[in-house]
């Protein structure tokens, strides 16, 4: 890999014949370990490359080299999840990633999250979701709070010059490209974990040429409708994990027909509202919840991979009335609001990309159709909120699937709710090169998983060959989790 730096001129960019360009930067957005070779810098790119008069903006990007003294040729492109997650903070870990000990890896960082020039934050919204979740709000109001929260965040950073219709997934695949040019890449492999796998669908589409393999973990599918079906698939999530408990004789024996008992539970509490006292830690003073299906699902919803294990345990504490993990999870909403990182990034991003192709009426029938969570949308922001957002529809082709003969491996955990294993076997046909990998027991974004480094193992084997499925020994040995019982 050759690392062309160009400098910017000091007057600025033309915006008729501008060129993308990387400046490296000594100060980083994170204290790297002693020891590891990399360079840091930002990748300046047009803001919107329909409307290049607005200007440019800029993009963190860190290159590591990796521990090989022969690495191959090929790095590996990484950037995260979110929309609206930052990518930077994983330039800390590097001992951590098995992809070093063959290839460079470098870490981007989309467009307006924390760390790029500008970053679209929006403060007013985590100040809505702060309100929303206090014991005292009148629900009656929950929709106005969230409209006049996009509102102010949409005027504020428009005054600042952002043109909100630039932050989206066709533009981060630009920049991928510009990158890519501007280093004299070659040839590069492809590392994505779910939203950013709409990324990775992106380039293959549009700019196939360089890219030699990819692993897309957690796939989200360009084609699917996220906001139509994510209620449905939390409850399928939910029902794959409680018939394993019941297939288990220990967990049955246990938890004797578990998944109809907190069904049933969820829908009665969603009739009858689950009332929570709390110590508001701020005040000293008892604070009064009252919880319904919607809420009490997060004994699945907040649990991690490393947390499968207990969830049939917490779900029968929960069933006999023992609301200590529920309280502990209430005391959160006392905290001080966030900055609102990527918030402001994640708007634009669907309310262009996700939004125009739902039907209202799929996601209305989908908010009261489960009894067990009735009031629960499956729509990430309300087509009202998009509305004021403003952002321009993306043209049908970004709902479209893509084909490809480039070697690509999927990965899921077989509990992920938010890209169900599903959405990648309906990918598979489309791909005559595709490779499919499901971790039993596993939720959301596998190679991430630090308890167990299976997944980073597999996609690492796989960009050595990518012609072949990989399959490593801890892989084969992974299997359905051994359930807590007491």
């Avoid at 607005?54 to 993009?59: D, L, S």
């Avoid at 070093?100 to 403060?123: F, M, S, T, W």
Wanted: hydrophobic share 30%.
């Amino acid at each position: 890999m050759t690392l062309l730096i160009l400098v910017s001129n000091i007057f600025g960019p033309s915006t008729t014949d501008f060129q993308p360009k990387f400046k490296e930067s000594k100060k980083t957005t994170h204290k790297i370990k002693q020891g590891q070779e990399y360079t840091f810098g930002y990748l300046e790119v047009l803001e919107n490359r329909e409307n290049p008069k607005n200007g440019t903006i800029e993009i963190p990007v860190y290159m590591f080299k990796s521990r090989s003294a022969n690495p191959k040729k090929d790095p590996i492109i990484y950037t995260v999840g979110g929309p609206g997650s930052t990518t930077m903070p994983t330039a800390q870990y590097m001992d951590y990633y098995k992809y070093l000990d063959d290839r460079d890896l470098i870490l981007v960082e989309q467009r307006g999250n924390y760390y790029a020039k500008p970053h679209l934050d929006c403060p007013e919204w985590s100040q809505a979701i702060y309100e929303s979740n206090q014991p005292n709000f009148d629900s009656t109001d929950y929709d106005k709070a969230f409209e006049n929260a996009a509102k102010k965040c949409r005027d504020r950073l428009e005054k600042k010059g952002i043109d909100l219709n630039g932050y989206n997934t066709k533009e981060i695949a630009a920049d991928i490209i510009d990158l890519v040019n501007v280093l004299e890449i070659e040839q590069y492999n492809l590392l994505t974990i779910s939203y950013s796998t709409k990324i990775a669908q992106v380039l293959i589409r549009d700019y196939p040429d360089k890219i030699r393999s990819i692993v897309m973990d957690s796939p989200l599918p360009l084609e699917v409708n996220y906001d139509e079906e994510s209620v449905q698939n939390l409850l399928e999530s939910v029902t794959t994990l409680l018939d394993d408990c019941e297939r288990d004789q220990e967990c049955n024996l246990a938890f004797p027909t578990i998944k109809a008992r907190f069904f049933e539970y969820l829908a009665e509490k969603t009739v009858h509202s689950l009332q929570v006292d709390v110590e508001n830690p701020k005040t000293g003073q008892p604070e009064t919840f009252y919880l319904k299906g919607e809420d009490l699902i997060s004994v699945f919803t907040s649990a991690s991979t490393g947390d499968v294990p207990n969830i049939p345990f917490e779900i029968n504490r929960l069933l006999n009335n023992d609301l200590s993990s529920v309280k502990e999870q209430l005391t959160y909403r006392f905290q001080e609001p966030s900055e609102g990182a990527g918030i402001g990034m994640r708007l634009s991003v669907w309310c262009a990309e996700e939004n125009p192709f739902n039907s209202l009426e799929k996601i209305e029938t989908e908010t009261t159709k489960y009894p067990e969570v009735r009031g629960l949308s499956p729509a990430v922001f309300d087509h009202e909120i998009c509305q004021i957002w403003g952002v321009h529809e993306v043209a049908d082709i970004e709902n479209q699937p893509v084909k490809s003969t480039l070697p690509i491996l999927f990965i899921n955990g077989e509990y992920d709710n938010e890209t169900p294993v599903k959405w990648a076997k309906t990918m598979l046909p489309n791909f005559s090169n595709g490779y499919h990998l499901v971790f039993e027991g596993w939720k959301h974004t596998p190679t991430t998983n630090w308890g167990n480094q299976c997944a980073m193992q597999a996609a690492n084997d796989f960009f050595n060959s990518p012609n072949e499925k990989p399959n490593p020994v801890c892989f084969r040995e992974t299997a359905s989790p051994t359930f807590k019982t007491e």
